[in-house]
């Protein structure tokens, strides 16, 4: 457990608190195994805020939940394929009606496997595979995902019922708001931090060790993972940035392995659960200033948890 001087940590997330125009809250600790963790750093972490695209993580975790157990709508069976999943994800969808903020598919017409349409959802945060994937799963299956089986609370935690229900109601008569009562992705800090401590480190949520494998997978090619988080680090997360007049927010959420010496795990690395949200109102120049407080709170966390 680092025993050094956590100052600069400390410093760090002082600036991340005074970024201007808005709010800003965290969630950073080490998972809960059984010990006082080395890490505990807090802030307005039961605010809830307009998450962006890192409510993804739930269908993506929903869409795997069930298709281990072949329980998606008319999911194939298994076949010559070694899982319940690996059948699902081969699965083969449709690609039609499109979607605002579709880097990936935008004028794409066709069909592609399940596993593609997840990974552009989480990579590229393709908004088009995004309710491509909220269809196939249902969405109201993802909201059960959410609240019955990881325990998650509305209306702190809410989910719009595709990305394009959200735009269409932004983009219809009136005024409008990123965080409304009709469509909207609102999240706390302190959710996406216990949601990805137990997905990933506590064995809930998926009953084959190879479902959270692939979740994972699919968690480290986030395009969030190059724009913030230091060189050097395993990192599984979902990201995303949102800018609507003069109502702007950022957000990450997830899990990274930093260096830790000496270490409470018997090893020399330490996993460390994470979220981190603004939403500011003015100039949109803030997600770039999201980013760099950011950098410097995971450089500083990596420096710290270095220490002898």
């Not at 080395?38 to 307005?44: A, E, H, T």
């Not at 993804?56 to 069930?66: M, N, R, S, T």
């Not at 699902?88 to 017409?109: K, P, Q, R």
């Amino acid at each position: 457990m680092p025993t050094g001087d956590d100052s600069q940590v400390q410093a760090a997330l002082d600036n991340f608190k005074k970024l201007p125009s808005g709010v800003a809250a965290y969630s950073i600790t080490s998972p809960p195994v059984g010990m006082q963790p080395p890490l505990d750093y807090r802030w307005n972490d039961n605010e809830s805020l307009f998450c962006c695209s890192s409510f993804k993580v739930f269908v993506l975790a929903a869409y795997l939940h069930y298709a281990e157990r072949g329980e998606l709508s008319n999911q194939p069976p298994q076949g010559n394929y070694s899982s319940l999943l690996d059948a699902a994800l081969a699965e083969s969808l449709t690609i039609s009606d499109h979607t605002l903020g579709s880097t990936v598919f935008g004028d794409v017409v066709g069909k592609t496997t399940a596993s593609a349409i997840l990974s552009a959802m989480i990579a590229y945060s393709d908004n088009t595979a995004t309710d491509i994937a909220m269809k196939r799963v249902g969405v109201a299956n993802v909201r059960k995902f959410m609240y019955e089986t990881a325990g998650l609370h509305s209306p702190a935690v809410r989910i719009p019922d595709s990305t394009k229900a959200f735009y269409e109601y932004l983009l219809s008569p009136g005024k409008h708001h990123l965080i409304n009562d009709e469509e909207t992705m609102v999240c706390t800090t302190y959710a996406f931090w216990q949601f990805y401590a137990q997905i990933l480190y506590g064995g809930y949520y998926f009953k084959n060790e190879e479902t959270r494998r692939q979740f994972m997978w699919f968690l480290s090619m986030s395009e969030a993972i190059p724009q913030g988080m230091p060189t050097d680090t395993v990192c599984y997360m979902k990201g995303g940035d949102a800018i609507y007049k003069d109502e702007h927010a950022a957000a990450l959420a997830g899990n990274m392995t930093f260096p830790c010496n000496p270490t409470i795990f018997g090893n020399n690395i330490i996993p460390v659960n994470f979220a981190m949200l603004y939403n500011w109102t003015g100039e949109d120049s803030g997600t770039q200033a999201f980013r760099e407080a950011v950098k410097e709170v995971f450089a500083a966390i990596k420096d710290y948890l270095a220490q002898g």
